[in-house]
């Protein structure tokens, strides 16, 4: 039964259904939403239906709120077996289709991985690629992986994983860090082709900005990994 850690801001609209598919994905499973300073009814939506909720009192980026989170219900969890736990973090805005993320709990679950990412089946929206394959550039040049989903914030770690990758990466670079951090560490890392759904940024001026914030974040930790 894995620990699950939710990444959410502002995700009012689709938290509930994201954490309804978890729970019918993962019975029984602890349920954490890193709430990133929402303003809207995020907390309150994903606390009536069955999480955790750390909430932040303001925006302090994904990485930060992760972490934090993550902290807060790992301490809860100090009796755990020895090499046997295994964290699955999601993005909050999934919807029903968070369902599809038991196949990363289960490649590590089985030892097929140390690390495993969900690659989207089907791409929605999103802008040029240029921090995309920017990414994808930065983590073949620090570790020498090839990936097909650089940034994927769906992820499965095992204990080996989650050491080497803590404290994660401040903002939107954690995911990139991840995977070099684990990498250099010796763990193995496994792409899992899923069907997925999200909320994606397109080619609007909130879409380009976020995507420019995020190249600055990649660039962040590309630099710090020399």
């Known amino acids: ?9 502002e995700e009012g609209p689709r938290i509930g259904a994201t954490i309804g598919a978890l729970r019918a994905a993962f019975p029984g499973a602890p349920l954490w939403v890193a709430d990133d300073g929402s303003r809207d ?43 046997e736990r295994v964290v699955l973090l999601c993005d909050g805005d999934l919807g029903a289709s968070a369902g599809a993320l038991t196949a990363l709990t289960e490649a590590v679950g089985s030892g097929q991985a140390d690390l495993a990412v969900a690659e989207f089946a089907s791409s929605v929206g999103g802008g040029f690629g240029v921090a ?15 990936t097909r ?13 989650l050491e080497a990758v803590r404290p994660l990466a401040t903002g939107f670079g954690m995911e990139m860090a991840m995977t070099i951090d684990a990498v250099r560490a010796g763990c193995t890392m496994r792409e899992l082709r899923l069907e997925l759904s999200h909320r994606a940024t397109g080619r609007t001026p909130a879409g380009f900005l976020h995507r420019a914030r995020q190249l600055g974040d990649f660039t962040r930790v590309y630099r710090s990994r020399r």
């Open 41 to 83: 009814r995020t907390a309150e939506i994903a606390t009536a239906a069955g999480a955790r909720v750390h909430r932040l009192a303001r925006n302090v980026g994904k990485g930060m709120a992760m972490e934090q989170t993550l902290a807060h219900a790992l301490a809860e969890q100090e009796d755990a077996p020895p090499g």
């Open 1 to 9: 039964m894995p620990l699950v850690v939710i990444a959410a801001h």
């Open 132 to 146: 995309l394959g920017f990414a994808r550039w930065a983590i073949e040049r620090r570790c020498g992986l090839l």
């Open 149 to 161: 989903a650089p940034i994927s914030g769906q992820r499965a770690l095992n204990d080996r994983a």
